[in-house]
């Protein structure tokens, strides 16, 4: 008898069979609110910068210095005025390990929680990209934002590489105090662009 | 040892020496209880404001509570309705009944993949079977990553909390650890919490780099759509699940969810009960293999080891319901004096005492379900409702009892059981003497004893 | 309205003046209370240390001794608890409703100003099962906020276990200490001269400690003071 077939066996003996009702009774949705959004990103020390549309090229510019990562699929009309080398994938984990920042969209944020979420799809770019350099900065549109939790899940692709985003890396591991900085991105730069 | 109906327990890191005396041993360390005190105290609070923001969160409890026990229920079903989907999507389904056997895969997969270092993320299950202690045996060198589990790792200890594994360490005690095992430590590194984690990061850097195989945990698998989830803080778990070429990840099979939706729950219960946040900093989710994009060789190694045996105990299975969250040994007051190590399981506190004895069986761990007040302070703050006082008591209804204390308590039911004994033994209430003999003279080291009264209160009742 | 007084095991034997302030406090307000003496004890300490078949008896007896009343009433929380939680389990009988002191006062008598009055600085410690079994919450401050010329100071972490937990007390003696020092600590902070709780076991316990620390400091049950005028 194989492993599967014994741990199988063993749990269609053990379990129960029953159906059981699940209770939703909880809040399957949020408000939408900017503002909630920026003061919560702000609180788990994400830099949250606010700029009209026609704005966002003007503050690439002054955020991004020296070389940085663009995804592919990142619009190209935000960085007309990009004074930063701009470097594409392919790059190695080392070459990335050098550079000084990356730029990525988000394919959702959460107000409630002060989450942006990665799905590895056009201008976010594979994993790698955004997790090795020292800086990252997302750019979230309006109609990114979602108020809830399970509001995310319902918009999100399961299957696509995620990365929910709630702050820069942070240990709480010495004397449960927040240490910022361990491995990911030590800073987390967010323009929010406004309707 | 079996159970009924078959079901083996589970062996490795879930049993120590009996509870009082290693709780006495941890009593006895003034800077461990300092350390701890501090360290609970601060989590609770915070995880007060965090839960306290929400206005659904006794429903959210409720749906977590009933979606986990709707998966026990059936679990065969979802575990297949994962393997298929896993498989699908290019990854690897292997199956483990102890943890033996899946040590032995995955050192198997480490040594096929021809790599004689893994690093290792978020791995409460690893522990639990011994998995760094196999692959030495193998000559494969296995990198902790969470700075807890470096911490504990280099100290050459054994983790003492299910979320921060080194919370018995103050920050002294870190700087010392890594001063005598980082090579790149300088001699004058300051005890700043800060400085300590950014030594961390740059040592371990270097084999996030260049290591080409990871091993980790996961918190959550969606059988629907065969998605994994690995919830942290540092970003370790990022980088071990995206820069390795070959990813195994091991994981206890009561921690499916039935559907993508249904994270919604534990996603918002999760982080508030365990760090007391909003939502942690990171939290990676991945399907099988994309090409591309992270490893591209996945491997899923589900572990039974003392959980179909637990599944099968309607009074105790609730126990499987668990995310990991450490809320119940943040608010235990046990927990909060002894620490970890005294419960001699990689699981300790609350949850550990009802969790740890059903996956070894009781009889190997029979002071576990003792180790407790029943106060109910865990129940109130588990985010999955699990009661943990109702279970220990369950359990220790399977404790057999030492002969004498079995003969006092037939002799106390009976003198209860009878009128004319009890109000016999009520009249010998008058002669209660200053000092008890053992083992009731535990009683009477820190505790005076009443005044012995004149006349018992049902004498004076008769006679009023 | 038939009234039953359960006085419990602990307070019959050990700590009557419990039951005998009970017994004044509710005739003063117009209750008078019937003590069915087949009564013994409610069996939490078999049942809570792995003895279910030993309690099983107990609770029969328990459930005839208490036969035809609209109310019991009972100066223990744990005792109270352990009859709704724990007896169900054990025996089909049924039981009327079984209520701790605070409780039937408050929710039942509609009082919260009892006519006590006891001239001492006061802390009062919330015993867990009454707490978290039988969600009395605040009922007891409640009724001791209206006791004449009682000064009534919060308990510094008052949430937490005192450390009995009944054969915990014994099994786990050092775990015990520990938690009854802190309790101790916390009383001695408040500068109270008495602690009172609603749960005669605690009270022995923590009342011991400070006993054996020669503070002076008292352990008097909510009823004595509710009771005294």
């Known amino acids: 008898m194989s492993a599967r077939d014994d741990v199988l066996a063993r749990v269609r003996a053990a379990q129960s069979g029953a159906v059981v009702e699940v209770p939703r009774d909880y809040r399957t949705a949020g408000s939408v609110d900017p503002e909630v959004l920026a003061e919560r990103l702000t609180d788990y020390r994400a830099v949250v910068h606010r700029c009209a549309e026609r704005e966002v090229p003007e503050l690439l510019r002054r955020l991004l210095t020296g070389r940085v990562v663009v995804p592919e699929g990142f619009p190209a009309h935000w960085l007309v005025s990009l004074t930063a080398e701009v470097l594409r994938d392919p790059l190695s984990p080392r070459e990335l390990d050098a550079v000084d920042g990356v730029v990525t969209t988000c394919a959702v944020a959460v107000c409630e929680t002060g989450t942006i979420v990665l799905d590895a799809g056009p201008g976010m770019g594979r994993r790698v990209l955004s997790l090795v350099p020292d800086r990252h900065v997302v750019v979230v549109l309006p109609g990114d934002v979602v108020g809830s939790v399970p509001e995310a899940l319902a918009r999100l692709e399961a299957t696509r590489p995620l990365t929910w985003i709630s702050g820069p890396s942070a240990t709480s591991d010495i004397e449960l105090q927040r240490v910022e900085g361990v491995h990911g991105p030590r800073a987390l730069e967010v323009v929010l662009v406004s309707a | 040892m079996t159970t009924f109906l078959g079901m083996p327990h589970g062996t490795g890191n879930l049993a120590g020496g009996p509870f009082p005396r290693e709780a006495r041993k941890a009593l006895a360390d003034d800077q461990l209880r300092a350390n701890l005190g501090r360290a609970t105290a601060t989590i609770r609070a915070k995880r007060a404001v965090a839960v306290g923001e929400l206005p659904d969160w006794e429903e959210l409890r409720a749906g977590g509570a009933a979606l986990k026990d709707a998966t026990l229920a059936r679990l065969d079903e979802h575990l297949l309705r994962l393997e298929a989907a896993v498989t699908a999507a290019g990854g690897v389904v292997h199956w483990a009944r102890d943890a033996e056997e899946a040590n032995a895969v995955v050192t198997r997969l480490v040594q096929a993949a021809g790599a004689d270092e893994v690093v290792k993320v978020k791995s409460m299950v690893t522990q639990e079977i011994g998995l760094n202690e196999a692959l030495a045996a193998a000559g494969i060198a296995a990198w902790e990553t969470d700075l807890a589990e470096l911490i504990v790792q280099l100290g050459h200890d054994k983790p003492s909390h299910i979320l921060v594994p080194a919370i018995h360490k103050n920050r002294s005690e870190i700087r010392d650890i890594f001063v005598r095992e980082i090579p790149s430590a300088p001699r004058d590194l300051i005890d700043d919490p800060a400085l300590l984690a950014a030594l961390a990061r740059a040592h371990l850097r270097e084999k996030f780099l260049s290591a080409r195989v990871a091993v980790s945990g996961a918190n959550f698998a969606v059988a629907e759509t065969g998605t994994l989830c690995v919830v942290e803080s540092e970003g370790n778990g990022r980088m071990c699940l995206t820069l390795p070429e070959v990813l195994i990840t091991v994981m206890g099979i009561e921690k499916l969810v039935p559907t993508w939706q249904d994270l919604e729950v534990f996603l918002q219960t999760l982080p508030r009960s365990s760090t007391g946040e909003r939502m942690n900093p990171y939290t990676s989710m991945w399907t099988g293999v994309t090409p591309g994009d992270g490893p591209q060789e996945f491997h899923l190694v589900l572990l039974d080891n003392g959980r179909t045996a637990t599944l099968a105990d309607p009074d105790g299975r609730a126990a499987l319901r668990c995310i990991r969250c450490s809320a119940c040994l943040n608010v235990c007051p046990v927990y909060e004096r002894t620490g970890g190590h005294a419960y001699g399981s990689v699981y300790p506190g609350p949850i550990g005492a009802v969790l740890s004895p059903q996956l070894t069986g009781v009889e190997d761990n029979r002071t576990l379900p003792f180790a407790s007040t029943l106060c109910g302070a865990c129940y109130d703050v588990c985010p999955v409702a699990i009661d943990i006082p109702t279970m220990l008591v369950h359990l220790r209804q399977q404790v057999p009892p030492p002969a004498a204390e079995r003969l006092a308590m037939t002799a106390i039911a009976s003198v209860m059981r009878s009128p004319r004994r009890y109000r016999a033994a009520l009249w010998l209430g008058r002669f209660l003497p200053r000092r008890l003999p053992p083992p009731l003279s535990r009683w009477t080291r820190s505790r005076a004893l009443p005044q012995a009264p004149r006349q018992s209160f049902r004498a004076w009742w008769v006679r009023r | ?229």
């Open chain 3, 1 to 229: 309205m038939r009234v039953a007084l359960f006085v419990t095991c602990l307070v019959d034997g050990l700590r009557p003046e419990v039951g005998k302030a009970t017994v004044a406090l509710l005739e003063r307000l117009g209750v008078p209370v019937e003590v069915p003496l087949a009564q013994s004890c409610c069996g939490q300490m078999h049942t809570n240390s792995g003895y279910a078949d030993l309690a099983r008896p107990l609770a029969d007896a328990f459930a005839d001794a208490f036969v035809g009343y609209d109310y019991v009433v009972s100066p223990s929380g744990s005792c109270a608890a352990a009859v709704r939680h724990q007896h169900p389990r054990l025996t089909d009988k049924r039981v009327p409703p079984v209520l701790e002191l605070s409780e039937f006062l408050v929710d039942v008598l509609s009082r919260e100003d009892v006519g006590a009055r006891y001239p001492h600085r006061v802390t009062y410690h919330p015993t867990c099962h009454s707490l978290r079994m039988l969600r009395v919450g605040d009922r007891p401050l409640r009724l001791l906020r209206h006791v004449r010329e009682l000064e009534l100071v919060a308990l510094p972490d008052a949430d937490t276990c005192c450390g009995f937990g009944g054969t915990f007390a014994l099994k786990n003696v050092d775990v015990s200490e520990a938690m009854l020092a802190d309790k101790a600590a916390a009383v001695l902070s408040t500068g109270a001269e008495v602690c009172s709780a609603g749960d005669t076991s605690c009270l022995l316990h923590i009342g011991g400690g400070l006993t054996k620390q020669g503070t002076g400091v008292r352990a008097v049950h909510l009823a004595e003071i509710l009771a005294s005028t």
